[in-house]
């Protein structure tokens, strides 16, 4: 038996408490989809409206930086805390005090009168967002023991996520236009009002066996290493030197909290997550895919958003509507994949998705400095298609692979892998950018060799510096620029491919067949997942 409790009088795992035998799950999962929906819309949704915020309450440089990244990086740190402590006091209790301070923090961004609110404000909407999160995933989990129903519902849970982060900068533009910035945060106050009132009804309760006292300082040391992690890589990608407190040092401690607490799980009777869930082959691996994709394909996105707005010359809600193809194949991706894993298996659904997913990046190396809009369709279906795959057959065989009582805690891994792969992406890919793009500024004829230096730190800088010159150099100067961003670019989308090639040679060590995970079903129906490798823990 799993130990998965119910609140009344059921006992079968994820068997909400009204609807009768389960009938209900498929709306459990819509009230799951929209409450990640929104969560995954903070993620990108400010990006756009950070103009606004600047001009309004005129942050400084760095107060701006974390008004940005405070949210994703509380947000990650706090994805294995919550997860386990889920598990151990129920995940619908985390995921309704979640809808009650996400809403409430979301209040405080959107009437923040200076950027100290603004910054508190989001770092406890990412502390909210922690909660749901894995709850989320975890409930699902519960709520879907059959592995075919499952996987249909991880697919439209993870088209939901792409749909979210996606469509951010989208709906983020059409608010600012229309209204204020605050307008971005208002607009989930009466949704997540709405999903903890359907929440307290609908949805099942469940948890894990709670054996034994839950690991408060196994959860803070994790909660700091990922934080320690995610903040020098974050710092790196905005352009720190690698050397430095916040970059390097704060990752050496992050890696060093993160083997202390490996450490102690591996040592403690009831841990907080059992590690032996490493040892297979199919989790071990799922996640491994899940931080390589975000790796390779986070880091693009951005750069591609700034090829459409400075390049191209495309307003933000012109960029996010360029980028609705790319949402819409991920759709298609999530809502088929689980005919496709049960057709081919997870072993060839992410290797393929891989493999598509570095074909449309190559492809996509024939953009330039004119618009070619087909092209653009093209590589963004290719890549949001492939792309999903590999994330939905990931998922899919991580939380398969963990028995039902850790649900919270493999669910928190899986999107703490999210997490950090889209920030080492961020870091890794940006690098290579800077790189690439510098050296064809060094030396511009006809311009300054100061203007040169200043423009050679970023696209946006290099327009700055040639509205201040006059004569022949200031096209020059913004020619040369363009030119140095398009190579950088095709450098960037080169090296992506190649990490997303190497990543569909890693997911060779998945299962042929979904059934190959071994999933189990007690006599009485209740799922109990696959059976931990016994590996030597150092016990």
Not at 152 to 167: E, K, L, N, R, T
Not at 199 to 224: F, H, I, K
Not at 287 to 310: H, K, S
Not at 429 to 443: C, D, E, I, K, T
Request: positive net charge; glycine residues 12%; contains cysteine.
């Amino acid at each position: 038996m799993s130990g998965t409790t119910t609140s009344g009088s059921e006992r079968t795992a994820g068997v909400p408490r009204h609807g009768g035998g389960g009938a209900n799950r498929w709306t459990v999962l819509v009230v799951l989809c929209v409450s990640l929906l929104f969560v995954a819309l903070d993620t990108t949704i400010l990006y756009v409206a950070v103009p606004s915020v600047t001009e309004d309450l005129r942050p400084g440089p760095v107060e701006l930086l974390w008004i940005v990244d405070i949210y994703p990086l509380i947000a990650a740190s706090l994805l294995i805390l919550f997860g386990t402590l889920g598990d151990r006091v129920g995940r619908r209790r985390i995921l309704l005090l979640g809808y009650g301070l996400f809403g409430a923090a979301s209040a405080a961004a959107a009437l923040a009168p200076n950027p100290q609110t603004l910054m508190i404000a989001r770092a406890l909407l990412g502390i909210g967002g922690a909660m749901i999160m894995p709850a989320t995933l975890s409930i699902l989990r519960q709520v879907f023991p059959d592995r075919r129903e499952r996987a249909v519902a991880i697919g439209v849970w993870s088209a939901v996520a792409a749909v979210g982060a996606a469509v951010g900068p989208v709906l983020g533009g059409f608010l600012v236009e229309n209204f204020w910035w605050g307008s971005v945060f208002l607009i989930n106050i009466p949704m997540m009002a709405v999903m903890a009132l359907i929440g307290r009804w609908l949805l099942p309760e469940s948890r894990g066996e709670r054996n034994g006292p839950w690991d408060t300082v196994g959860a803070v040391v994790a909660a700091l290493g990922v934080l320690g992690v995610v903040l020098g890589v974050k710092r790196i990608g905005s352009g720190e030197t690698l050397l430095g407190p916040t970059t390097l040092g704060s990752m050496l401690v992050g890696v060093l909290l993160l083997t202390v607490f490996v450490r102690r799980q591996r040592k403690r009777e009831h841990p907080l997550i059992d590690m032996r869930l490493f040892a297979r082959p199919a989790f071990g691996t799922s996640v491994g895919c899940i931080v390589l994709a975000m790796l390779a394909l986070v880091g693009l996105q951005l750069i591609a958003v700034q090829y459409l707005q400075l390049v191209l010359g495309l307003s933000p809600l012109e960029t996010g509507l360029r980028m609705l193809p790319l949402v819409f194949a991920a759709m298609a991706a999530g809502l088929t994949g689980s005919k496709v894993l049960q057709a081919v298996g997870p072993r060839v659904m992410v290797s393929l998705g891989f493999v598509l997913t570095a074909a449309a990046v190559l492809c996509l190396t024939a953009m330039d400095e004119t618009d070619r809009p087909w092209l653009l369709v093209l590589g963004f279906v290719l890549l949001g298609f492939g792309f999903q795959s590999t994330l939905f057959g990931a998922y899919e065989s991580m939380l398969s692979e963990a028995p039902a009582d850790q649900a919270g805690g493999a669910a928190a891994i899986g999107e703490t892998s999210y997490q950090l792969g889209a920030g080492i992406g961020v870091a890794l890919l940006g690098s290579v950018m800077n790189a690439a793009y510098a050296p064809g500024l060094a030396h511009v004829d006809g311009v300054p060799e100061r203007a040169s230096a200043s423009a050679a730190h970023s696209l946006g800088e290099a327009y700055k510096v040639a509205s201040s010159l006059g004569g022949t150099a200031k096209s020059v100067l913004r020619d040369a620029a363009q030119g140095s961003f398009v190579h950088g670019l095709h450098v960037t989308l080169v090296t992506s491919a190649v990490l997303l090639l190497a990543g569909a040679a890693i997911a060779l060590r998945l299962p042929r067949r979904a059934a190959d995970a071994g999933d189990r079903t007690d006599s009485d129906g209740t799922h109990c997942g696959p059976e931990p490798a016994r590996a030597n823990t150092g016990r």
